[in-house]
């Protein structure tokens, strides 16, 4: 009898452990399924580059060529330009980038260690549309 | 009660030490005196108030590391496993211990699964040892290279939930805590860390254990009327408080300080790394020098910090570029392999068994050479342990605010921005101020090592002590060089796959 008591105090006990930690893991379930599908850049070109070569550490020029669906260049976009190491914890460098022909945008961008990099455009067009390109710099050199 | 000093060396050994002997006497720190935290410490369900958190945040690791950001610094997977956890990691045992262990979101999953499912089989007798777990270790440190784990969110949510997947089978087929003690590549990094922390779990009044009956502190507590319900679980470890020495093997779990009817186990404050001075009978483990596989443990705990650091550095892929034009190989695993081996196989093997040679037939130790390696390879664990330290330290503190930007990204990629717009910005303290605390946390365990080397040569050749000491000294300062060489040399960080 007293056996049987503490059994069921224990699977009482167990059970509303469980429901506390299913209520704990729930937040993040629940948002996560809830995350924005990302923007996609609909019929919008964009052509990436960076020089010199090979990238060393030090400031590089980085461009993009902004075109639309009958190849016309994109003018009048804001465009700015983020750099990150492809370890978390490293400080990400930044650039404002110029149009210097008409949809040709170029930002110096400094960059401060050796190894793989992540570049960012972040395109602002002048109708106010975001558009987001990625381009990865494998193995900058250290000098 | 009374609370005798607690001996940290053999009364033979206090000899000539008389200038310690004020130390040895003082009245040792016990964490579960302080108000608020020792009775909070106390509570039953204390490591359970921890274990929740660190389990939602598992959750939401694998979550984000899933579905989240591809880009490794705007991941929380990512950012929390390979910055803030890491960093925590070794700060906490630094300045207390074991508290991974004592919070191990794996070990609350674990038993929330025994609850049901109670495993039937005991871990093999060939497989009670360190050498599977060193194997997992080594691999862990080889895979993290090879498939640059840092840079993949998707990879770091799979090692976590593999992590809990293994723990799972593990500790449902097998009894007691056979994943901690035999298993777990980090719960080995914590023990051998952990011999250079401040506090261990450790009996108040040793006379008090000496009359007890029970010996509820390994066998725990159990219904008196029903003896299969276990009330309160004693050491899974197999550690019995009274013959345990030093936090090796212990996750902190605290499991005796509540099994314990005479209330005599407390989180006592020692010297650290004054357990691997000596060399007791250790419950649980038996003599650290007949222990090849915890000396094994305690080198790839110490060369596998070097060689962890070399991976991040440039010439790491000068070296592995000539491997692979020399060898031809058409892999990057190939060349990182002979890379591993050298420096965690070949490297020890030479430099310590050169050092046990001159020991031997300078100083006339007349062990073999092979003993006296072992015996004062746990030497190196704190130099190790300050490698570990710099290494991860430097992560930490120079991406200290990285956790706020990525926090409020994760919030405004749910369409929730209530912390704002992310400020990338915030990265963490500048190198200048980083690089100073790491060059202290080489020194701190260069000097712990050269202690440990002299207090065993000490013992070892009471006529030559300085003979015996001299080349583990010598190979602490060349090791101490390497690890300042290391932290000197431009970062370079490539991962070689990026999934996700």
Known sequence: MIAGVTRGRLKAASQRFSGVLMLAALPAVVATGCRKPPETSGAIAIEESIAPLPVRIGTEIVSCKLTNATHQPIAGARVQVEGDMDHPGMAPVFADAVEDAPGNYRAPLQFTMGGDWVVLFHITLSDGRRVERQMDVKGVESN | ?500
């Open chain 2, 1 to 500: 009660m009374s609370k005798p000093p607690v001996v940290l060396f053999s009364a033979a050994e206090q000899e000539g030490h008389a200038g310690e002997e004020e130390f040895l006497e003082a009245q040792p720190f016990d964490l579960l005196a302080v108000p608020v935290i020792g009775p909070l410490l106390r509570w039953r369900h204390s490591r359970t108030l921890l274990q929740i958190p660190l389990f939602v945040l598992s959750m939401v690791m694998i979550l984000e590391g899933l579905l989240g950001p591809t880009l490794s610094p705007k991941n929380l997977a990512t950012v929390l496993t390979w910055v803030h956890f890491r960093g925590v990691l070794v700060l906490a045992i630094l300045c207390a211990g074991n508290l991974f262990c004592f919070s191990c979101p794996f070990m609350l999953a674990r038993n929330f699964m025994r609850k049901w499912i109670h495993p039937r089989f005991t871990w093999p007798r060939r497989l009670r040892n360190k050498w599977l777990s060193i194997a997992l270790f080594v691999g862990v440190l080889f895979g993290y290279e090879l498939f640059g784990l840092w840079a993949s969110p998707w990879l770091t949510a799979w090692v976590i939930l593999g992590y809990f997947a293994a723990i799972l089978i593990v500790d449902g087929l097998f009894k007691h805590g056979a994943f901690c003690k035999y298993v777990c590549p980090i719960g080995q990094f914590n023990f051998i860390a952990s011999t250079a922390s401040p506090l261990e779990v450790a009996v108040r009044d040793q006379e008090v254990c000496d009359s007890c009956q029970t010996r509820d502190c390994i066998r725990g507590r159990r219904e008196p009327a029903s003896p299969l319900v276990v009330l309160q679980r004693g050491c899974e470890l197999a550690l019995f408080q009274p013959a345990k020495v030093g936090n090796m093997d212990c996750t902190f779990c605290l499991d005796c300080v509540h099994a314990c009817p005479h209330d005599n186990v407390g989180i006592l404050s020692r010297l650290p790394a004054g357990e691997l001075m000596s060399d007791p009978l250790r419950s649980g483990i038996g003599r650290f020098s007949r222990r090849n596989d915890i000396a094994a443990l305690a080198l790839v705990f110490c060369f596998g910090a070097l060689m962890n650091a070399f991976g991040m550095v440039s010439p790491v892929y000068t070296a592995e570029s000539w491997l692979e034009r020399t060898l031809h190989f058409h892999s990057r695993a190939g060349a990182l392999g002979i890379l591993f081996t050298a420096v965690i196989l070949v490297e020890p093997a030479i430099l310590l068994g050169a050092a046990a040679w001159i020991t031997r037939a300078w100083a006339g130790v007349k062990s073999g050479w092979l003993a006296i390696a072992v015996r004062y390879a746990y030497a190196l664990s704190p130099l190790g342990f300050g490698m570990w330290l710099a290494h991860y330290g430097f992560h930490f503190f120079t991406g200290l605010y990285t956790i706020v930007p990525v926090t409020q990204n994760a919030f405004a990629e749910l369409g929730w921005p209530i912390l704002g717009d992310p400020r990338w910005t915030l990265v963490g303290l500048p190198k200048t101020v980083v690089e100073p605390i790491e060059f202290g946390f080489l020194l701190l365990g260069l000097a712990g090592s050269l202690l440990v080397a002299w207090g065993l040569a000490q013992d070892d050749a009471e006529q030559h002590p300085l003979r015996a000491f001299a080349p583990w000294g010598v190979l602490c300062v060349i090791l101490f060089v390497c690890c300042v060489w290391l932290m000197t040399q431009p970062m370079d960080m490539r991962a070689t796959m990026l999934a996700g």
